[in-house]
């Protein structure tokens, strides 16, 4: 499974971004994984921001982020979304999509997003 990122770049507080994360690979045609994204921001750990189910589309979202992310996917395109309004100076680190398929996860390439004004 390989997965590739895009969508971040530099914005406003206030702005918005969205984020998109290609996965590729045969075995997703066989079985449900679910798709979703973490953060690192300079110093700190990596965190969790939010996660989709394939299945039944169920969401997790961080609660630094509820109300102002929303994430979604395209199981034809196996692509994951994050939509983030309301971006905030806090919201800045590398954002990474992670895949988990049965009991395998799969990191993608982070891609940065800078909050600033």
């Known amino acids: 499974v390989q997965l590739q990122a895009s969508g971040g770049g530099l914005v406003r507080p206030g702005g918005s971004l969205r984020l998109s994360c290609a996965a590729s690979?045969?075995?997703?045609?066989?079985?449900?994984?679910?798709i979703g994204w973490f953060r690192q921001a300079p110093g700190k750990e990596r965190e969790g921001v939010s996660c989709?189910?394939?299945?039944?589309?169920?969401?997790y979202y961080a609660d630094s982020v509820k109300g102002r992310f929303t994430i979604s996917r395209d199981n034809a395109k196996n692509t994951v979304y994050l939509q983030m309004n309301s971006l905030k100076h806090e919201d800045t680190a590398v954002y990474y999509c992670?895949?988990?398929?049965?009991?395998?996860?799969?990191w993608g390439q982070g891609t940065q997003v800078t909050v600033s004004s």
């Open positions: 992670r895949l988990v398929l049965r009991t395998t996860g799969y």
């Open positions: 989709i189910s394939s299945s039944e589309g169920s969401t």
């Open positions: 690979g045969s075995t997703l045609d066989y079985y449900p994984y679910a």
